[in-house]
């Protein structure tokens, strides 16, 4: 199904979030179609992780965030997974004294469907090559983009619909954030939704159906990736002239 004719998976209306005093987010509203990539690209402290935290439910918010048409209004954060919505945070928040197949197992615990779990490790090990190789290794001694793999395998594990995608590009060598931008463009065709909060605003841009340009906890521009890849403020302010 084109995304254009899919229905409103995720409804976001007024979100506002304040926390130590800052006004992080001041009363934005989008939605996201089921199988979309929607990007939000803004600088730092502009409200962008904020938004993310809001709809994990890690942080508390005014306004309304709806998913399948059900509020998310208190509940908790592993109810919110359990839903079908993951979030792979900035700075990947893996264990590190764990092994890989330790941390994806993790992501497994509310589930009861046994032969959907084990089809769900293949599927991570067949998406990510690296870590079936180092399935008894420590995460904490992967590389880089080793870990950044496992936090998105993680995310799948739970058989997300949605993931919400934190900065996956950052500290990550050239080389491997184009790696990471294609593995974000298989899993969308697979029929995962993805909202995704990145630095590397041109790659960010390429990849999203639609985009919201975020400044001081305001949406100030919204179009499709391409239209923005082309606006000359955001050039100018996101892509170098």
Known sequence: MDYKSAPVLLEIRDLAVAYDGIQAVKGISFDIR?????????ANGAGKSST????????PYRGSIRFEN???????????????????????GIFGNLTVLENLTLA?????????????????????????ERQHQSAGTLSGGEQQMLAVGRALMSRCRMMLLDEPSMGLAPILVRNIFQVIADLNKTGVTILLVEQNARMALRLAHRAHVLETGR?????????????????????GG
């Open 34 to 42: 089921a199988g979309e990539i929607v990007t939000l690209i803004g």
């Open 52 to 59: 993310l935290r809001a709809i994990s439910g890690i942080i």
């Open 70 to 92: 059900r509020d998310l209004r208190g509940i908790a954060p592993d109810q919110i997974v359990a839903q079908g919505i993951a979030q792979v945070p900035e700075g990947r």
């Open 108 to 132: 497994t615990w509310p589930r009861k469907d046994f032969k959907a779990v084990a089809t769900d490790f293949e599927r991570v090990f067949t998406l990510f090559p690296r870590l079936r």
């Open 219 to 239: 949406i100030v521009l919204t179009g499709t990736g391409a239209e923005l890849l082309d606006h000359p403020g955001v050039r100018a302010a996101y892509l």
